[in-house]
């Protein structure tokens, strides 16, 4: 029997925290052996916690950290395939296969992120129009379901399985192993173009005409601008430099690492500290500070730029945030956006951490996000406003829309938003009822969503 602590846990979001019995297997045997106590004890799976809500959070059973589930097990450099164990984190990833001409394909704003954790949320990045998401780079993975049994799943050995996890925020299984095809690039840097929109019209507009001309594309909006400044924008575009663009004392180190950084936020600060003068003061400076102009800068300030500070959740006090990240599809993205912006600054909640992306066609993951149109993600701090009505006011506009809210950042939505947004969530409940009849693999986020029998 493992070794279980009694650890306070939640989402990166520091919401409505909660006690949890955590264990640390560190092997296929001891995680095997978490599921041979009967139906009575929920269990799931938890990364580094970069889950904004609390898909990772189970008070009423065991929380399974793969802390020591992080080795590498094969890479061919040929190919660029990499087998992994699901703990493995894509800063792992970066530090081991950069030096050897290899990045992750696909990767979100932090790199503190596990494979497994990457596959159970389906994550998606600044290149989605272009790439799509994680799960298009994964061939496959071995899935230990609710029986104990090692199931290997791919698009061609138990699809439906395979569909359900992606995306299915851990509920199908736990992922022990993946394989996974990394991008060769020639150098750790990339060539970025910055530009601003003074509207969200001019930003659309800048979207549209560069869709096929940037891998990299997203853009911050100043979420309380009013009037004809409504969504006025920094457009930032990106593709992989090349050594001909490095300067010949920097092609020496054309693949170096980003040193480890030590910068970060000791305390939480004060919840007063982030109010609608002190985010209007910083947007309206970030805007103005932000001129057009072209740059060669390392990877890791592209697409990591909050990851040189640690523990940067503390800025918003003791009483946590939300990140709401919402979908909307071309016909309706522009008025989506607008009726969004327009409830957050009449709300004075007002992000300084508000970021539009273009996003591509929709995956077959029974829960993925992304499909095409536009997404807007939002930081609201849990202080100041009535979170609950005010997120209850969004979601209906999303769904009046035709959007969806992401998993991965879920904190609020209740079962009849969730049904409403994701049609396929009847199909993943099916799956989940099959290979997982009596429900062991449970969260908060789970029970909330309708996604388990249980209570």
Not at 213 to 230: F, H, M, N, P, Q
Not at 241 to 262: N, Q, Y
Request: with cysteine; glycine share 10%.
């Amino acid at each position: 029997m493992l070794p279980t602590a009694r650890r306070v846990l939640s989402g990166w979001g520091r919401l409505d925290p909660a006690e949890c019995d955590v264990v640390r297997p560190g092997s296929a045997a001891e995680i095997r052996g978490l599921l041979a106590d009967g139906p009575a004890s929920p269990v799931i799976a938890r990364g580094l916690g970069r889950s904004y809500g609390d898909s990772a959070v189970e008070p009423d059973g065991l929380v399974v950290s793969y802390a020591r589930l992080n080795r590498i097990l094969a890479f061919d450099p040929t190919a660029g395939v990499l087998v992994c164990e699901a703990g493995v984190s894509i800063a792992e990833i970066v530090e081991t296969f950069l030096p050897r001409g290899f990045l992750p394909p696909v990767t979100p704003g932090t790199k503190h992120v596990t494979v497994g954790g990457a596959i159970a949320a389906d994550i998606h990045g600044k290149n989605h129009h272009v790439d799509g998401t994680f799960s298009c780079f994964v061939d496959g993975f071995e899935l230990v379901t609710a029986d104990g049994r090692l199931v290997a799943c791919s698009r061609e050995s138990n699809p439906g399985l395979f569909w359900a996890t992606v995306g299915g925020m851990g509920l199908t299984g736990f992922i022990l192993s993946a394989t996974i095809r990394l991008l060769a690039v020639e150098t750790a840097y990339v060539e970025s173009t910055v530009r601003r929109a003074g509207s969200l019209d001019e930003a659309l507009e800048q979207f549209e005409a560069d869709d096929n001309e940037a891998k990299y594309s997203v853009a911050w909006i100043d979420s309380l601008a009013k009037g004809r400044s409504l969504g006025r924008s920094v457009m930032i575009r990106g593709q992989h430099a090349p050594l001909a663009a490095l300067t010949t004392s920097a092609r020496r180190e054309a693949l170096r690492i980003a040193p480890r950084r030590s910068v970060g936020v000791p305390f939480h600060l004060p919840s007063s500290s982030l109010n609608r003068f002190t985010v209007a003061a910083f947007n309206a400076l970030y805007y103005r500070l932000n001129r057009p102009k072209r740059t060669v800068q390392h990877y890791d300030k592209f697409f990591y730029p909050l990851d040189s500070i640690s523990n940067w959740n503390r800025v918003y006090g003791k009483r946590g945030f939300i990140q709401y990240q919402a979908l909307f599809p071309p016909r309706s993205s522009r008025e989506g956006t607008i009726a969004l912006l327009e409830v957050i600054a009449g709300a004075g909640a007002g992000s300084f951490l508000t970021v539009f992306k273009k996003t591509g066609p929709e995956g077959p993951g029974l829960l993925s996000f992304p499909r095409a149109g536009y997404t807007l993600a939002l930081d609201i701090p849990n202080s100041g406003v009535r979170l609950q009505p005010l997120v209850r006011s969004m979601d209906r506009i999303v769904l009046r829309h035709g959007g969806r809210l992401y998993l991965a950042k879920d904190s609020m939505m209740d079962r009849e938003t969730f049904d409403a947004m994701y049609p396929r969530a009847a199909r993943f409940r099916e799956v989940k009822r099959r290979v997982d009849p009596d429900d062991r693999f449970l969260s908060r986020q789970a029970r909330r969503l309708g996604l388990t029998a249980r209570g």
